[in-house]
């Protein structure tokens, strides 16, 4: 069962919708939500009054689960996507597949540029490569290969360069570029036959376990990673050298989630162990904005929310900075929430409740919507802001 919570002044574990727990990866499109009809007017009390409520829940909750599924992913199970309002990818509560061969817990996901490989890495020191569209007709749900060349968990994998090449972190402080070697059919460009894995590029920051890589923009040479000695490096892959870099604090905790501007131009966010969230602008290496979780919670994961306001369960007109980009957050206790990173300010949040919760006729508020933390009182380092930065594209985006 769900609840949605918007923030009074609005209105009267991991963002994804692909999870990895243990040692399997299950491509599970949100069993409970075929609940969902004889649930909503419980679940939406907390929203608004009236009859419009239930959408509200069920778009903030499909947005929620969809963001990052890219245009081009249709997948099995999944209504149409797409559209100017923002994704409208459906959960239906099919799996799709069971994919059970890495030895040791997943850690980490990705998909290749073009959309048709996933990749998951493992504490078992393997990347194994998965062939989307074969997923669905495939009974065996084998991988097509695996690399095996680099030593350590792997923490972090993205792609880079082209659509077949890709990036993956280590906890032995390693970072590897290599490439998925396929033939297409003449005309087409998913892979037909998988050939095997070529190394491009092998780098040793020297500054402890890498804890998260992403790519950096728009710019596929370009690669964000943050190291657990080392802060924030953006690395030009074409001369392995290092284009920018944020320094880490200690009293903020490890940088383990990153969210970049995707038009690669001007911010960076970081959410840390200890439930920091800090806002960069890149131009000029100066943090802008900082705040920390209110149950000073780590953070789990960290989402750029790209669907309209009204897709994101959130009426039109209802934010303070309109245009300002909004970051879905796991952090604290099953809740997701939707910050506004230039004032740090939670509008919404997203829990799942377990089976003795969802009877009981009210609930906790959620941590998320306490007030935040002063960031002075609590240790932040100092901010600028009166240069916050332009959001580019992402600001049409949010809007």
Request: with cysteine.
């Amino acid at each position: 069962m769900y609840e949605s919570y918007v923030h009074p002044s609005l209105t009267p574990n991991a963002v994804g919708a692909v999870h990895h727990i243990q040692t399997t990866i299950s491509f599970d499109w949100v069993k409970p939500l075929h609940r969902w009809s004889h649930e909503c007017t419980r679940v939406t009390s907390c929203i608004h009054a009236g009859d419009n409520s239930a959408p509200a829940v069920y778009d903030a909750v499909s947005a929620a689960i969809s963001t990052g599924i890219g245009q081009h992913l249709p997948g099995p199970g999944v209504e149409g996507m797409g559209g100017a309002g923002g994704p409208s990818w459906r959960p239906r509560g099919v799996l799709a597949s069971h994919l059970q061969e890495h030895r040791a817990a997943v850690n980490c996901l990705a998909t290749s540029a073009n959309g048709a490989i996933l990749l998951s890495g493992s504490d078992d020191e393997t990347v194994k490569v998965w062939d989307i569209r074969r997923l669905e007709r495939d009974v065996t749900f084998a991988s097509r290969l695996t690399y095996a060349g680099q030593s350590g968990r792997i923490t972090g994998l993205c792609p880079v360069l082209d659509g077949s090449s890709v990036a993956s972190g280590s906890s032995s402080g390693s970072l590897h570029v290599w490439r998925v070697e396929y033939s297409s059919k003449p005309g087409g460009w998913a892979p037909d036959k998988y050939r095997g894995i070529t190394a491009v590029r092998q780098l040793s920051p020297g500054e402890g376990s890498i804890l998260q890589v992403t790519p950096w923009g728009g710019h596929p040479a370009l690669l964000l990673y943050a190291s657990q000695r080392g802060g924030v490096h953006c690395c030009d892959l074409r001369c392995a050298a290092d284009v920018w870099h944020v320094p880490a604090a200690p009293s903020l905790g490890l940088a383990q989630h990153l969210v970049a501007d995707p038009s690669g131009q001007h911010w960076l966010a970081q959410g840390t162990s200890r439930g920091w969230v800090c806002l960069w602008d890149v131009r000029f290496l100066l943090c802008v904005n900082s705040w920390q979780h209110p149950q000073r919670s780590g953070i789990d994961a960290m989402s750029l929310a790209v669907a309209a306001p009204p897709r994101l369960g959130l009426q039109q007109g209802s934010l303070p900075h309109p245009g300002v980009p909004l970051l879905y957050m796991s952090a604290g206790l099953q809740e997701v929430g939707l910050w506004d990173v230039l004032d740090g300010r939670c509008h919404q949040v997203l829990r799942v409740l377990n089976r003795q919760e969802s009877q009981l006729s009210t609930s906790e508020s959620p941590a998320a919507l306490q007030p935040p933390l002063p960031a002075a009182a609590a240790g932040a380092p100092p901010t600028g802001l009166t240069n916050r930065p332009s959001w580019g594209s992402a600001a049409a985006a949010a809007t």
